[in-house]
């Protein structure tokens, strides 16, 4: 639902089913605006994914989004730009991303096409 959201507002979405193919796909060149971080994923779960995003100098500008039904009980991680509780507000979401992704682009730049969200998500 979130990537289709996204999508119908003009995000490109790039999507991955686990921690280990998002870290392929960032590794392989793919340039986020934003990730959207699922805690509880298969493979590599949101806590490996962002220590491996934060070992690597590469990504230290890449804002994360961590959403989680945990709530309040989502431990501390570094360099995470917004925590958002499920189920996601969608109005909230897209301010989020609107946000990251658009607030660092000049107005001449918000004609050209964003960069895409890596969305997290079970397929």
């Known amino acids: 639902m979130m990537a289709v959201t996204l999508e119908m507002e003009g995000h490109e979405v790039m999507a991955t089913a686990n921690g280990r193919d998002a870290l392929e796909l960032l590794r392989g060149g793919a340039v986020p605006c934003v990730i959207l971080l ?67 682009r000049t107005e001449t730049e918000r004609t050209e096409p964003l960069s895409a969200p890596v969305v997290w998500r079970r397929e």
């Open 38 to 104: 699922d805690l509880m994923m298969p493979v590599m779960n949101g806590w490996e994914f962002n220590a491996a995003l934060n070992a690597d100098p590469k990504f230290k500008d890449l804002p994360v989004v961590v959403i989680s039904a945990a709530g309040a009980e989502i431990p501390p991680l570094s360099r995470v730009a917004a925590y958002m509780s499920k189920p996601i507000d969608i109005d909230m979401l897209l301010d989020v991303v609107d946000d990251l992704c658009l607030g660092k």
